[in-house]
């Protein structure tokens, strides 16, 4: 089970930072039954792509996708044909289902005709139920999909809504019965009732995709949980998220599923925690990493990463290996002893070693490729972070920085040294720039990360 949260920061956790001011218990609880990562990386800052990556094991860069998210109506991004992780699981006998934000486009053509059925769809691509919303929800059409068509077309109109920060979603087409406040526990409840339904099969292995829709704006935290942080209504959002997580995981074990499932629990980026919130509130989303979500600098796409399975995990695990959301697809083969094949999954690498301290089966990823909201890249690889240009490439300011005379036109960073990304040492150290970028050129033109 994949529960991936949407926009929640790394800091926005207890077992990640201990001053936090959001209540996260579930999270915590799973963290200290199983292991939890501290340098896990979505493989991009913002959300379209990294769910691309999640379910191939292939950045996105090498799609059609070059920089930014898809919007509602686009068509499907996933090339057809192409192996995922639902695909690779459903051969090897798994139920396979994906239950959330899908926002990986539907069908061939564009704009997509939520009127009609869909010729691409999540059944396309390996999984045999998908109940979701085609996008984050503050995008249009705001529909509930389940399957290959829309449960209700989107046939009236909602002007939009912008009022105090984060409660916020674009004017357009609408499910005449869609309530957005309900959208995170009719999501949370269909994943319950899945789990409910495997309970009838327990001799069938099941993946369950969880892209929750929060804490993505708006954030619409339920009457019971305003006041339960203090980071205001996105920390409150948060808590709800947290209390969705404790829903899905008390229905694995009341439904008897609990020992023999491998849950994990991530963030497609970092948070949207700004400026002007850190300004406001102590609450630090994204711990002392610098920027935000859709950056290039660490709190863009450094991600919670928890992995929790009894008997094979040990308790209270805690593990520095550089992972990547990609990586999903390549322990998913090895824990199924599917092999991959050629032009499959070609930036995945198995975590399961780094999880269960078992002997590995093929060599650990060594570096990962980071990849901004606007196409930015960097490359990390122990200690060192190379950064292909100046700015944050994505929402902090300045975006995009052009050198000047006698300056940088790079970022050069030593995380060990410099968790906060302050210290460009580009110019200084001319021989880690020419290693690190003839290693990021190299991924990028031999098309794959794994040899």
């Known amino acids: 089970m994949y529960v991936l949260a949407d926009d929640l920061g790394w800091g ?22 199983g292991v939890r990562f501290t340098d896990c990386h979505s493989p991009s800052s913002v959300c379209t792509p990294t769910r691309y990556g999640i379910l191939t094991g292939r950045y996105c860069w090498r799609s059609r996708l070059k920089s930014g998210v898809l919007q509602g109506y686009d068509r499907a991004l996933i090339e057809p044909g192409r192996a995922t992780a639902a695909s690779l699981l459903k051969s090897a006998g798994y139920s396979t289902a994906a239950v959330g934000k899908w926002h990986l486009g539907f069908g061939s053509t564009e704009p997509v ?27 249009e059409p705001y529909v509930y999909v389940e399957n290959n068509r829309a449960v209700e077309p989107p046939t009236a109109f909602t002007p939009g809504l912008n ?22 526990p009719v999501v949370t409840k269909k994943a319950v009732s899945y789990l409910g339904e495997r309970a009838r099969q327990p001799e069938k292995p099941f993946f369950l995709y969880l892209p929750l829709t929060g804490p993505h704006t708006p954030w619409l935290p ?13 920390g409150d959002f948060v808590a709800m998220v947290d209390d969705a997580v404790g829903q899905v995981m008390t229905a694995l074990r009341e ?15 970092g948070a949207h925690w700004t400026p002007e919130d850190r300004e406001r509130f102590a609450h630090r989303s994204n711990a002392y990493w610098r920027g935000q979500k859709a950056d290039i600098h660490d709190a863009g796409h450094r991600v919670p990463f928890i992995a929790r399975w ?25 824990i199924n002893g599917v092999p991959l ?12 070693a780094a999880a269960t301290g078992q002997a590995a089966k093929a060599p650990a990823r060594t570096s990962v490729v980071h990849h901004s909201a606007q196409g930015m890249f960097a490359i990390r690889r122990g200690e060192w972070k190379l950064i292909e240009g100046l700015g944050s490439g994505g929402f902090t300011e300045p975006r995009k920085a052009t050198p000047v005379p006698g300056g940088p036109s790079g970022q050069l960073y030593n995380l060990s040294a410099d968790a ?18 003839a290693e990021l050129n190299g991924i990028r033109t031999r098309g794959r990360s794994r040899n």
């Open 255 to 269: 439904q008897g599923l609990e020992q023999n499932t491998l849950v994990v629990l991530t963030s497609d980026n």
């Open 12 to 33: 926005d956790l207890h077992c990640y930072n201990e001053a936090s001011a959001v209540p996260t218990p579930n999270y915590d609880r799973v963290a200290r039954e």
């Open 420 to 437: 906060g990304e302050s210290d460009n040492l580009y110019q200084r150290r001319p021989d880690m720039v020419r290693e690190l970028g």
């Open 310 to 334: 009894p008997g094979k995990i040990a308790p209270g695990t805690v593990s520095g290996q550089l992972t990547c959301l990609t990586d999903l697809m390549a322990t998913a083969a090895e």
């Open 113 to 139: 005709d939520y009127s009609r059925p869909f010729d691409i769809s999540p059944e396309s691509h390996g999984f045999d139920y998908y109940f979701g919303i085609p996008a984050s929800l503050d995008f």
């Open 222 to 234: 339920a009457r019971a949980f305003e006041g339960k942080s203090r980071a205001g209504i996105y």
């Open 163 to 184: 009022v105090p920060r984060g409660v916020f979603w674009r004017q357009g087409k609408v499910a005449p019965s869609f309530v957005f406040e309900d959208v995170l």
């Open 341 to 352: 094949k050629q032009g499959e999954a070609e930036d995945s690498f198995s975590f399961l």
